[in-house]
């Protein structure tokens, strides 16, 4: 890089590919910096602490911000502001990535505000830079001075034909697998798929796969961190301020902690207590357990004023020891459920009159409502991204109010987590929805959080399922969704079934798996801890799949497949078939013609580049007028066809006649037929055959030499042996209906 300054490069063979690390040159006023390069894809990772720890916080305060940049692929920003503005969806999502697996392996007591920032500065659409990224941000921590001491990796896996394909390129992305997978050479920490019914089996070597790849990695970066050590440019670890609490004091708590909440957590857990009378028993408890501590040491507290949040920490950390042993030990939760007892399960579909499709999915104290509209194509998201995708036909979004935990707080726009959650259930169904061809519609499914006490996400994967299938999509099979859990001490292993907001924040793992009755089509994991092993994520995906065949059969006693007919208020849709070269003449100068169609019948219409039409209304009669009108303006005539045209003037020597009538002021498709033509015999006049006005049965018989068409009364009665006046209207163009599913007009 820079000529004056010391670099250090790390090179890193994946597959066909380098992986390139280079750090020295750039941004070294960051606590860490690393250019990481991978194929001509091109990110800057940079890691920046705060010089002293956050007051007054029980949380690790990390903040990801993954920047693309469009000139990263030759763009400049859409709109009239043009530069890059809030993060895009793609955006939030990367940087979710990033955060996941790095934020458990932070030290506990580590509480310094923490920033990774990667710049996405070029990408090459076969190198992914958020996987890029995830690497760049564990190299630049290991040679900064924060204390981050467990390096990770992070591949991505397709599968075609049953390979698995490292880091596939874009033209293997519609593979059967999109897998990311990030973890330190002993585990995996982090799991984020979409896949296409893969096997439990399947998946589990996939990420077995990325692992082994991910510890070559990892050793890659810890020779990089070598040579920057020799170079200087590696930083020596900050250490860490620890206060300590009087053991003496500590001991007293924990045993008057312990007595007091064991009694309390076995009272919850037999009584099967709902959530806010658990939250209330619980507060009750500790409240009870501080007013005794503080009671019997009161000049101690009044000397420390802090010494009051250390001692609630240490009961909320009796608390969580004594939970996670209950379901260790004892093999019950503090609901009172068995390890893999799911909670009561409801399902409705229908329940909104108005809408294209709705669905209501209860587990327990979660009530996740997701309701479906279907719209033209016309109407699918525009994308402003870096990637090669310009449109997306099926979106999801989920939404979390504050009323669905009890809360009151002010409602903003989406966050993250929103973002997230959102796009975990697209891709739990994308692969299930039917083509474009054959279901012409943009679908939206917007999930409604009305209760949360765990994974309100796969609750949203089942009620989108029911959506869909209220809405008449013919979704290749039904998909539902499950969250696990985990509690692992030393070589203990308790694996849950359908986790809720309590053992999610006291456990280590959240696992995510949606899929069908044939396998996964969507995986989240994420960790607390320094990673699991095959052993466990094969006993969790196990138990997953019988969780979700048991939610499967519910969703079928409500609905058993989809609904034949769409709703009265969606868009039934009509397609039809023009050359590219008529496209023009329905669109007209500056789009006129295509306007006047649209306010004249009240429909939308989309134009595709290679000639179809896709006419959407709720109105059927609307529909059949606005292609008829399309179908008039591209209607070339047939030589050889018969036609039932109107006679629009006379001559001399023949009658013109218009075959094809003109529509909205265009002109229509006219010929002549030579007095010659009229009749069998002989005509003297022409008006004695023909008069303006008339219908008049004719073929088209050819062009003469000034590429005029010519038409044949005699011709058509020979063939039709009909009368002059009479005769068979045949309709112009090559109309295509669809009579397949979508279009239900019965």
Not at 30 to 52: F, H, I, M, Q
Not at 326 to 349: F, S, T, Y
């Amino acid at each position: 890089m820079l000529k004056n300054r010391v670099n250090v490069v790390q090179s890193i063979s994946i597959g066909e590919s380098e992986l390139l690390f280079n750090s020295g040159s750039l941004a070294t006023q960051a606590n860490g910096s690393v250019l990481v390069r991978y194929g001509d894809t091109v990110v800057l990772v940079t890691v920046t602490a705060s010089k002293e720890p956050r007051e007054g916080i029980d949380f690790f305060p990390l903040t990801v911000d993954y920047e693309e940049r469009l000139y990263a692929v030759g763009k400049i920003p859409g709109g009239f502001i043009k530069r890059e503005g809030k993060p895009s969806e793609k955006a939030t999502l990367s940087a979710r990535l990033i955060d996941r697996p790095l934020r458990p392996l932070f030290p506990k007591e580590y509480y310094n505000d923490v920033h990774i920032v990667a710049t996405v500065l070029s990408v090459d659409q076969d190198h992914r830079p958020d996987v890029a990224a995830i690497n760049g941000a564990s190299a630049a921590l290991i040679l900064s001075d924060i204390p981050f001491e467990r390096t990770i990796a992070a591949v991505c896996v397709g599968m075609e034909n049953g390979e698995f394909i490292l880091n596939p390129e874009l033209e293997q992305t519609g593979s059967e697998l999109e897998l990311v997978v990030a973890g330190t050479k002993e585990a995996v920490v982090m799991v984020d798929a979409e896949a296409s019914e893969l096997p439990e089996d399947v998946m589990l070597d996939a990420i077995e796969f990325a692992h082994r790849e991910i510890i070559h990695i990892i050793d890659g970066i810890l020779e990089f961190r070598e040579k920057a050590l020799e170079l200087g440019i590696a930083k020596p670890k900050q250490a860490i301020a620890v206060e300590s609490i009087d053991p003496d004091l500590e001991t007293s708590v924990c045993n008057l902690a312990e007595k007091v909440l064991k009694e309390t957590i076995d009272n919850i857990a037999s009584e099967r207590m709902a959530k806010h009378p658990r939250e209330d028993a619980m507060d009750a408890a500790k409240d009870s357990i501080l007013e005794q501590v503080i009671e019997a040491n009161q000049q101690l507290f009044e000397e420390n004023p802090e010494l009051e949040k250390k001692v609630s920490g240490i009961i909320d950390n009796v608390e969580k020891k004594l939970v996670r042993s209950m379901m260790l030990n004892e093999g019950r939760r503090v609901d009172g459920r068995r390890l893999d007892e799911i909670r009561p399960v409801e399902c409705q579909v229908g329940i909104l009159p108005r809408t294209h499709g709705s669905g209501l999915f209860v587990r327990g104290e979660t009530q996740v409502l997701t309701v479906a509209t279907l719209g033209a194509l016309g109407e699918e998201q525009i994308l402003d991204g870096l990637g090669v995708e310009e449109t997306k036909r099926y979106l999801h979004h989920y939404n979390f109010p504050p009323y669905s935990v009890g809360e009151a707080r002010p409602m903003r726009g989406p966050g993250r987590r929103e973002i997230g959650h959102g796009s975990l259930a697209e891709r739990a169904l994308v692969r299930m929805l039917p083509s474009e061809e054959e279901f012409p519609y943009t679908i939206r499914l917007v999930s409604e959080v009305l209760e949360s006490n765990g994974s309100s996400s796969m609750a949203s994967v089942c009620g989108s399922t029911l959506a869909l299938m209220d809405a008449g999509v013919d979704i290749k099979a039904p998909v539902a969704g499950i969250a696990m859990g985990l509690i692992k001490e030393e070589d203990d292993v308790a694996i849950i079934t359908d986790i809720q907001g309590v053992e999610d924040a006291l456990g280590d793992m959240d696992f995510k798996v949606a899929g069908t009755e044939q396998g996964v089509t969507a995986l989240h994991m994420d960790i607390k801890i320094t990673g699991i092993d095959k052993g466990i994520l094969k006993r969790a995906l196990e138990q997953a799949r019988e969780a979700r065949l048991f939610i499967l059969s519910k969703i079928l006693e409500a609905i058993p497949a989809p609904r034949e007919e769409l709703s009265p208020y969606a868009p039934r849709i009509i397609q039809t078939t023009i050359d590219v070269e008529k496209i023009r003449d329905v669109i007209g100068p500056g789009g006129k013609t295509i306007k006047k169609i649209i306010e004249e019948t009240g429909v939308k219409i989309d134009i595709e580049d290679d000639g179809r039409v896709y006419i959407a209304a709720v109105d059927q009669t609307a529909a059949e007028k606005a292609l008829e009108i399309i179908e008039c303006i591209t209607a070339e005539v047939e030589i050889g066809k018969i036609y039932n045209g109107t006679v629009t003037r006379t001559t001399d020597f023949g009658a013109f006649v218009e075959v094809i009538p003109g529509v909205m002021g265009l002109p229509g498709k006219e010929g002549m037929v030579h007095i010659s033509q009229l009749a069998e015999g002989r005509v003297e006049k022409v008006e004695d055959v023909a008069k303006v006005g008339d219908r008049l049965m004719v073929k088209a018989t050819g062009l003469d030499q000034m590429g005029r068409l010519k038409l044949s009364r005699k011709e058509a009665l020979g063939l039709s042996g009909g009368n002059s006046k009479g005769g068979q209207n045949q309709r112009p163009g090559n109309r295509h209906r669809n009579k397949t599913k979508f279009n239900r007009n019965k």
